[in-house]
């Protein structure tokens, strides 16, 4: 699986992408929003349950890589998580703070956003974040996310959910499908 933006590739995880990956994930200001930042042997969970996820599902975290360099800057994908007891499709992302505020983490989103309407059957994909992770918001919003629902949990106090529908994604593909 590999997809392509004007300025990036994400394409699967592998495991000589642990480093780069270590970099981002055991990070605490990249991580302040989880439990805490992973340690190595999280690190090559993560890759593993990825490249698992690809066989049995054909989507997934993709490693998100800058197209001029090749430069592993993060990850980006669609999988299916529980939320608020519902498996349900999810937008993930997390890019490393050194390549924060260049709309990274959007145009990734959007190319992930585009590729699950156009290869899977779902009637809306969502995302979802700790109340206060404002920078996971915007980026939900900015690909064209309202929000859907929250709800009290163990791990984040408070998470919130944001969602597009597939009929919503419709009427901004009528305009231009890789911009919101």
Same mark, same amino acid.
């Given at each position: 699986?590999?997809?392509?933006?004007?300025? $990036?590739?994400?394409?699967?995880?592998?495991?000589?992408?642990?480093?780069? $990956?270590?970099?981002?994930?055991?990070?605490?200001? %990249?991580?302040?929003?989880?439990?805490?930042?992973?340690?190595?042997?999280?690190?090559? !969970?993560? #890759?593993?349950?990825?490249? !698992?996820?690809?066989?049995?599902?054909?989507?997934? $975290?993709? =490693?998100?890589?800058?197209?001029?360099?090749?430069?592993?800057? *993060?990850?980006?994908?669609?999988?299916?998580?529980?939320?608020? *007891?519902?498996?349900?499709?999810?937008?993930?992302?997390?890019?490393? /703070?050194?390549?924060?505020?260049?709309?990274?983490? /959007?145009?990734?989103? #959007?190319?992930?956003?585009?590729?699950?309407?156009?290869?899977?059957?779902?009637?809306?994909?969502?995302?979802?974040?700790?109340?206060?992770?404002?920078?996971?918001?915007?980026?939900? /919003?900015?690909?064209?996310?309202?929000?859907?629902? !929250?709800?009290?949990?163990?791990?984040? *106090? #408070? %998470?919130?959910?944001?969602?597009?529908?597939?009929?919503?994604?419709?009427?901004?593909? /009528?305009?231009?499908?890789?911009? =919101?």
């Amino acid at each position: 699986m590999k997809i392509e933006t004007p300025r $990036l590739i994400l394409r699967e995880m592998c495991d000589d992408d642990f480093e780069k $990956l270590y970099e981002i994930f055991s990070d605490a200001e %990249t991580m302040k929003y989880y439990p805490h930042p992973f340690d190595e042997a999280k690190v090559r !969970q993560w #890759i593993e349950w990825n490249q !698992q996820y690809y066989e049995s599902y054909n989507m997934g $975290l993709l =490693v998100v890589t800058l197209k001029e360099s090749s430069e592993v800057i *993060g990850d980006c994908g669609v999988t299916m998580q529980n939320i608020n *007891g519902h498996s349900l499709p999810e937008i993930g992302y997390h890019i490393n /703070k050194n390549f924060w505020y260049r709309g990274y983490a /959007k145009e990734a989103a #959007i190319a992930c956003r585009n590729w699950a309407f156009e290869n899977k059957n779902f009637d809306f994909v969502c995302s979802y974040m700790k109340y206060s992770n404002v920078a996971s918001i915007a980026t939900a /919003k900015s690909i064209g996310m309202t929000f859907y629902q !929250q709800y009290p949990d163990e791990k984040n *106090g #408070i %998470t919130v959910v944001y969602s597009i529908t597939r009929e919503r994604w419709n009427q901004i593909c /009528k305009s231009k499908c890789s911009e =919101v």
